[in-house]
């Protein structure tokens, strides 16, 4: 353990190691207020032991974490260093992203490349959080309280050396005591950080699948797994530069809670795949029914088949839509009564505030059952007042 700056062990937190412990299935032999020992989970694998000290203030504290680190680095096959990093951090699930190609030579890319990924990531994140909550195909905007609070309690981890390599570390909270299963399903007891980053692994896991395998339409009815017009755009606008490029995705699980059975392996996907994931991203976006949607606008255009006071007529209201760029046009067939409160409202350039579904029909957009149909009073600004 030479290698190991002495700072470093120093800085280890014994509940940290503690968890680390119990998440990987290391039973507690016999504990006394300063030091505890705990034997490994499989007996048949060897008769090692570990001891803990829970008081810092022990002369050889770095020491002896030196030799704990030691041993459950031989015992999970895996670098002394490794072991180390990750004790050093927060118990958390962990997003890896590694680019390899020829653009960022020794890691270093430019700043706004930089932003670019860093941006990408943050969005794909927010779209797993809001499949995890509630499977939709396309999400208008990307706003629910809990999510948001999640992407706040998320850090970026150090970058490694070679190629260019991110990482996201979604932090989870301690387990006390044993979790209730659900009908006997480990996953239902998942706190929902564990839920976001197990939704974002399934989802990714499927992308590539499908990709590979020539089956790209099948993106488009995925949303159960995650897959949203969101989190393919987000992956899109992760796509590295030059064609022979590539981003490997990976996921390491945070050491207090087991893996998700079946968890997949690292994720390599190639440059060519970026231009599918945003050509399936707006087309989930273009196709996909949102229902709820509360629409502002003016009135442009109005059109009744019969100028009869009891026929419904069809409207066009001029509006901006979050996810989309510019103004949009949209239509809407409305009662008769809501049709006189429209010809009124374009009469006054008033404008309007009505409630429905959103939908493509071939080339137009409508708003489809629209219900709480509405003039808006004149704004503070003095809309609809022409004096100065």
């Given at each position: 353990?030479?290698?190991i700056?002495l ?5 280890l937190?014994p ?20 030091v ?7 007996d ?19 020491r002896?974490m030196?030799?704990l680190?030691?041993?459950l ?15 050093l951090?927060?118990p958390a699930d962990?997003i890896?992203f590694?680019y ?6 020794a890691?270093f ?24 909550l509630?499977?939709?195909?396309h999400?208008?905007r ?7 609070a999640l ?6 981890g150090p ?7 991110t990482?996201?570390?979604v932090?989870?909270p301690?387990?006390v005591?044993?979790p209730?299963l659900a009908?006997g ?8 950080p564990?839920?976001v980053t ?5 989802a990714?896991?499927d992308?590539?699948?499908l990709v590979k395998?020539?089956?790209?339409g ?8 995650g897959v949203s017009?969101n989190l393919?755009?987000?992956?899109a606008d ?7 490029s590539?981003?490997e995705?990976s996921?390491?699980?945070?050491r ?17 795949f970026f ?5 399936a991203?707006?087309?989930l ?6 229902s709820?949607?509360?629409v ?10 019969r ?5 419904e007529?069809?409207i066009v209201?001029?509006t901006?839509l ?14 008769p009564d ?10 006054q350039?008033?404008?309007?505030r ?14 489809e059952h629209?219900?709480g149909f ?11 007042d022409?004096?100065?």
């Open positions: 353990m030479s290698a700056e700072s470093a062990l120093q800085a937190a509940v940290d190691v503690q968890q680390h412990l119990q998440g990987h299935g290391w039973r507690l032999d016999r504990s006394r207020a300063d505890a020992r705990y034997l490994p989970p499989d048949a694998r060897g008769t090692v032991a570990v001891e803990l000290l829970m008081d810092k203030s022990f002369a050889d504290f770095s002896r030196a030799e680190v030691d041993a680095a031989a015992w999970e096959k895996r670098s002394p260093k490794e072991v180390l990093d990750e004790l951090v927060p962990i890896r590694r390899l190609s020829t653009w960022d030579q890691g890319i430019g700043i706004d490349e930089s932003l670019r990924i860093r941006t990408a990531q943050r969005q794909m994140l927010l779209a797993a959080a809001h499949s995890a509630a499977a939709r195909p999400y208008p990307l706003g629910r309280p809990e999510a948001t992407l706040a309690q998320c850090i970026e970058t490694a050396r070679g190629s260019h390599v990482q996201v570390h932090p989870l301690p387990v005591g044993e209730s009908g399903d480990p996953a239902a007891s998942d706190p929902y564990r839920r197990r939704v974002l692994a399934a990714l896991s992308i590539n699948d395998q020539g089956r790209r099948e993106l488009l009815r995925r949303c159960e797994h017009s393919l755009a987000s992956l992760l796509c590295p530069v030059g064609a022979s590539s981003l995705i996921m390491s699980w945070a207090t809670r087991p893996p998700p059975p079946g968890a997949p392996g690292p994720k390599v996907l190639d440059a060519g231009p599918v994931f945003r050509a991203a707006e087309q976006r273009e196709t996909s029914p949102l709820g949607m509360e502002e606008g003016h009135v442009s255009a109005l059109r009744q088949d100028k009869d006071l009891l026929v007529g069809e209201v001029v901006e979050e996810d989309r760029p510019g103004l949009s046009k949209l239509r809407i067939v409305l009662a809501d049709f006189r409160k429209a010809t009124e409202a374009h009469e350039a008033a404008r309007v009505v409630i429905g579904t959103l939908v493509r029909r071939g080339r137009f957009l409508m708003l629209p219900a509405e003039i808006l009073p004149p704004s503070a600004l003095g809309d609809g022409d004096s100065h």
